[in-house]
């Protein structure tokens, strides 16, 4: 689904997909709260918060660029064309899905810079 308000409450742990890979899995909690992809970051500032007062204070990630096309994915890490954190690794080598973080439960991500996240 594309409605991660509906997956916070009926998962019990979520795989985001970008370009027709997954970039993050993880329990529900450990994504919603310490998400490690930036396009994750993204994804779960847009949902809408019911209280206007931390709605209107919150920080919304507004990706820049175009979606590339999934039937000829660039080459490296799949978001480098629209992440805020690529540098030149990301443009040329794509990423391992790896276990991070502290969690008792297994956090996976697919991004060179995951840890500047934890």
Do not use: W
Not at 69 to 87: I, Q, V
Not at 98 to 110: F, I, N, T
């Amino acid at each position: 689904t594309h409605d991660l308000g509906i997956v916070a409450k009926m998962c019990d742990r979520v795989a985001v997909m970008y370009l027709g890979k997954i970039v993050e899995l993880g329990d529900r909690n450990d994504v919603y709260d310490q998400p490690l992809h930036p396009y994750t970051q993204a994804l779960l500032s847009a949902i809408p918060l019911p209280d206007p007062d931390k709605e209107e204070k919150r920080k919304r990630i507004i990706l820049e660029g175009d979606v590339p096309s999934p039937d000829n994915p660039p080459p490296g890490c799949r978001f480098h064309p629209r992440c805020m954190h690529a540098t030149d690794i990301c443009r040329t080598e794509d990423p391992l899905f790896r276990p991070l973080g502290s969690s008792k439960h297994q956090h996976m991500v697919a991004c060179h810079h995951a840890e500047n996240f934890l």
